[in-house]
């Protein structure tokens, strides 16, 4: 299973970004679909997850600003930011879980894409 994640890149203060992440090579069901995101000496946090079913959470941080969505059909995902801050600085990761029959919930993160907000 790979994740690849493409978009991001330098984005002024106030302005939109918009990630994209598709998998590929899942033989069994995508299930929870998310994003993380790693600053600069920080830990790596939950930005926001979707479920199957289009159902959705958000970190309270970006929470109204940030929109996830999913095609089931093709297995991919995308981010829409917007009303960057330059705290949302960070290279961001897509992550999912992949549940077979039988052994289980398995995990798949992908590389990462720098968002960098900055004027």
């Known amino acids: 299973v790979q994740l690849q994640a493409c978009g991001g890149g330098l984005v002024q203060p106030g302005g939109s970004a918009r990630l994209s992440c598709a998998i590929s090579g899942a033989l069994f069901e995508v299930n929870v679909m998310a994003w993380h995101r790693q600053a600069p000496g920080k830990q790596r946090e939950f930005v926001t997850l979707i479920r199957k079913d289009g159902s959705a959470d958000y970190a309270d941080s970006v929470k109204g600003r940030f929109t996830i969505s999913r095609d089931n059909t093709n297995n991919t995902m995308s981010l829409q930011m917007s009303s960057l801050k330059p705290e949302d600085t960070a290279v961001y990761y897509c992550?999912?879980?992949?549940?077979?029959?039988?052994?289980?919930?398995?995990?798949?993160w992908g590389h990462g894409t720098q968002v960098t907000v900055s004027s």
């Open positions: 992550y999912t879980t992949i549940l077979v029959p039988g052994p289980g919930k398995f995990e798949y």
